[in-house]
Structures are given as C-alpha cells and as structure tokens.
C-alpha cells in the first residue's frame, strides 16, 4: 500500500467526452460548459473540489475543449469593460472562475475509456492519494461528499468510492459494487466490483457514482488492464483488482451518499437539476416557484 505523507491536495476530472447525448448543442461547445441556471457544470465540479481542500486541478480534455480552459483563465477585456461600467457583482462572477484553483490541463488522445482518461493524470499526480471527480455527476454544496470521502482514505488507507441505492432496475446503467458492513455509519468494505450488470446479476443495489478518491497503485493496474465493456479501459476493473488484493494498493471502501445529487449528464436530469437548483436559489427561487407551480397546476 502507498502511504501518503501528506493531505491529499489533487483533483482530477475527467472532460474528453464528446457529449453525444446533448447534440447538436455540443457539436461546437463541450458538454462540460453547458448551463446549468448562470454556470457552467464544469465550474460546480471544480468548486467541490476546492471546498473539500484540493487546490491543484488536473482536467483531462480532448479535442474542441479549449473552452474550458478559457473559462478558467483570465478575460482582461471582459473584466476591463465591466470595471469601466462599474458592474461590481459581475465582475466578481467573472473573477471567481478564474481564481478558484490551480488548473492544468492534459489531452487523452484517443477516447479509450475513464480508467485511461485517469492513467492520463499519473505524471502529474506521482505517488500520493488522489481524487477523481466526474463531471456528470453534481454533488450538492451542503452535502460534503467528497470531504468525508478524503477523511476516511487519510485514515484506512486504499481507495474509497462513492456508492448511492439506486432502483435495482436501474443498476445495470451504473458499476455496482458487493459491499461488507464496517463499524463506520455510512462506510463500506468493498468486496467486488461490477460494470453495468444485469439486475439479476448486480450483487447489490449499490452504485457507483462520479467520486472516487484513489491510491496512486491504480496506475500499475491501469497500465496493465485489458479494454473492458464497450473496447474501454475500465476504472471499475482496475478497482476490482485493487478489492481482491489488498497487498497491491490497500483497502477499497465506499462512502454510501444519501444527499443531493444532479445527472447532469442525461438531458431529461439535466432539465431536473436546473429546475431543482434554480428553485433553490435566493435570487431566482421565490418567482421561479411561482411561475413553475401557475404552469404546472393551471397550463399543463
């Protein structure tokens, strides 16, 4: 097992994925900065990050993602005009992006799956624990996901990934995982993994969501991995490896989440989750309400 010497402090997200399923919008725009209400997803995923405490943000990108670099770069022209109009609170929003973290950037290539897209980051991460986090997949502010699940990689050691009941009709869309219980409320001993499986044949109804916070041994075992379902190099595969033999990389827990959390990544939970944040909002939440109650109830 690799022992870290410090506190986790790196991030990686995943962003190659040429977003088929939100064509044609992302035919010329990533799928990663596509609205959700006034920002991009990508900027949610990056701010959870932060707020767990990893500063260095590694994105994996591929081709026509330059966007996204740009999001999290500076715009001179932009905040010059604002300043000369005197749009303070714009000119925050603006800001904000940009000084959230330290932001790097390697190109996949090829699409060959999230286990590569992960193996990408190793030159960058080195030997210590590191989080993954996928983009898809919006975790709540006031659910400290990712917190808990770097807590309890500092203390066990290994991997931990983040798991969610899900209807057993809906497991086969997800990775599942076999579980042990373990003293620890909300914790699990990961016993076996697998990739989208029939429901009579998931060993449970726990699924994998976009989370994971991993030792630096995957890297071996990515490197070493055979391309899985659908001709990828599966993340879920490497895991597996790593919960059989504990030798090669430590333990394999899971965190099993039960707050908040937006698919940003199908466009019928897409709508949901801007409906759902938006509604939230201090801003916008008591009109939006309004008109959305007037719509259902009276035009529907």
């Known amino acids: 097992?690799?022992?870290?010497?410090?506190?986790?402090?790196?991030?990686?997200?995943?962003?190659?994925?040429?977003?088929?399923?939100?064509?044609?919008?992302?035919?010329?725009?990533?799928?990663?900065?596509?609205?959700?209400?006034?920002?991009?997803?990508?900027?949610?995923?990056?701010?959870?990050?932060?707020?767990?405490?990893?500063?260095?943000?590694?994105?994996?990108?591929?081709?026509?993602?330059?966007?996204?670099?740009?999001h999290f770069d500076r715009n001179y022209e932009l905040e010059s005009a604002l300043t000369r109009k005197g749009d303070a609170e714009r000119l925050q929003k603006v800001q904000e992006s940009s000084d959230l973290a330290t932001m790097h950037y390697v190109r996949q290539g090829d699409p060959r799956g999230l286990g590569h897209a992960v193996l990408c980051a190793a030159p960058h991460v080195g030997d210590q624990p590191f989080a993954v986090l996928l983009g898809d997949d919006l975790i709540d502010p006031r659910d400290a996901l990712l917190s808990r699940m770097v807590e309890v990689q500092e203390r066990e050691g290994g991997s931990v990934i983040a798991l969610m009941e899900v209807d057993p009709s809906q497991i086969h869309l997800y990775g599942c995982a076999a579980v042990d219980d373990t003293a620890d409320d909300g914790v699990v001993r990961i016993t076996g993994l697998v990739e989208k499986p029939e429901p009579a044949e998931a060993p449970s109804n726990l699924a994998i969501i976009g989370r994971y916070v991993l030792d630096p041994a995957v890297f071996d075992i990515l490197r070493r991995t055979e391309p899985g379902r659908g001709g990828e190099i599966q993340l879920t595969d490497a895991l597996q490896l790593l919960a059989a033999d504990e030798k090669t990389g430590g333990p394999v827990h899971g965190v099993v989440f039960k707050g908040r959390r937006y698919d940003t990544g199908d466009r019928g939970d897409y709508l949901r989750a801007i409906v759902r944040l938006a509604c939230e909002r201090e801003d916008l939440g008591p009109d939006f309400r309004t008109w959305l109650h007037r719509y259902v109830t009276e035009e529907m």
């Open 1 to 70: 097992m690799t022992e870290s010497t410090s506190r986790i402090s790196k991030a990686v997200i995943p962003a190659a994925g040429l977003g088929t399923r939100f064509l044609p919008a992302t035919k010329a725009t990533p799928k990663e900065m596509l609205p959700v209400v006034d920002k991009p997803a990508i900027q949610y995923v990056v701010e959870e990050a932060v707020a767990a405490g990893l500063s260095d943000v590694l994105m994996i990108t591929g081709r026509n993602k330059r966007p996204l670099e740009d």
